[in-house]
């Protein structure tokens, strides 16, 4: 079974490509540079994609397909945020968030999709964000541009259905990752995550945790894999209740 994984090279990608290849998949982790892999883990090919570029996509596609395989299940993971507030950004905020966030699972799930509807199989599960289902301040083209990734990924999960190809999503809340501590000015922010921010309207964690990268990796090999082979068209998340 091979697996290509986009935004693989840190966080959340990185613990999908372990997850996945200690479940057995032989795995094509994608950033825009090749990310480091460990030694021990031989199943797992390093690559660059750019999944902006739909050039790069397309030969990329191509390439995994033609040199290791068959690809069985993609997981779009690559995404940017851009903080601050909506009336405060500019049409490249806008277009970049949207260009990675959105079109970029536009472009790789298009060339992935269409070798798999020829074989009557795979998986694509697209990694977005609570932030897509429940308003977020100062987050406006980061939730919209995972809104749409979500809505996309289902309605692409609707049409290949009849090609026996399962589409779906994990949405994460708050995770321990560089992005997330990234909005942390000092060390408490993992303790204000957990509490939450009337100010902001914001939700604490009701398990009153932040999320491992493991956590969203677990449930992304479960709607990858067969033990999921009757779910399609859904959005997990995967946020400890704080989309409650």
Same mark, same amino acid.
């Given at each position: 079974?091979?697996a ?17 290849a ?19 883990t ?7 994609m ?6 790069a ?12 395989g068959?690809?069985?299940v993609l @997981? !779009?993971v =690559? *995404?940017i945020? $851009? /903080?601050?507030? &909506? ?7 806008? %277009?970049?968030?949207f260009? @990675? !966030?959105? =079109? *970029?699972v536009? $472009? /790789?799930?298009? &060339? ?7 074989? %009557?199989?795979?998986?694509i @599960?697209t990694? =977005?964000?609570?932030a ?9 083209a ?7 990734? @979500? ?16 589409c ?10 560089p992005?997330q ?24 964690i009701?398990?009153?945790r932040?999320?491992?990268?493991q ?9 990858a ?20």
């Amino acid at each position: 079974m091979i697996a290509l994984v986009t935004g693989a090279g840190q966080g959340i990608g990185a613990a999908v490509v372990a997850a996945l290849a200690a479940d057995g998949y032989r795995v094509v982790a994608t950033d825009l540079k090749p990310p480091v892999t460990d030694p021990g883990t031989p199943d797992v090919l390093a690559m660059a994609m750019d999944v902006c570029d739909t050039g790069a996509v397309t030969a990329t596609v191509a390439c995994i397909e033609q040199s290791v395989g068959a690809i069985d299940v993609l @997981v !779009n993971v =690559a *995404g940017i945020l $851009r /903080v601050g507030p &909506a009336t405060d950004a500019t049409d490249a905020d806008w %277009h970049d968030v949207f260009d @990675v !966030n959105a =079109a *970029g699972v536009f $472009r /790789v799930s298009r &060339a992935v999709a269409r070798p798999m509807m020829a074989r %009557h199989r795979g998986a694509i @599960v697209t990694v =977005a964000s609570n932030a897509g289902g429940v308003p977020r301040m100062n987050m406006a083209a980061y939730a919209a541009s995972k809104a749409a990734a @979500v809505h996309f990924t289902r309605s692409l999960g609707l049409e290949l259905a009849a090609f026996g190809i399962r589409c779906n999503v994990v949405s994460p809340g708050s995770t321990d990752t560089p992005m997330q501590r990234g909005l942390w000015s000092d060390a408490g922010g993992a303790a204000a995550t957990v509490a939450g921010d009337p100010g902001r309207y914001k939700a604490g964690i009701p398990l009153g945790r932040i999320a491992a990268p493991q956590d969203v990796a677990d449930a992304v090999v479960f709607l990858a894999s067969a033990r999921a082979r009757h779910i399609t068209m859904q959005n997990v998340y995967v946020d400890g209740g704080a989309a409650l």
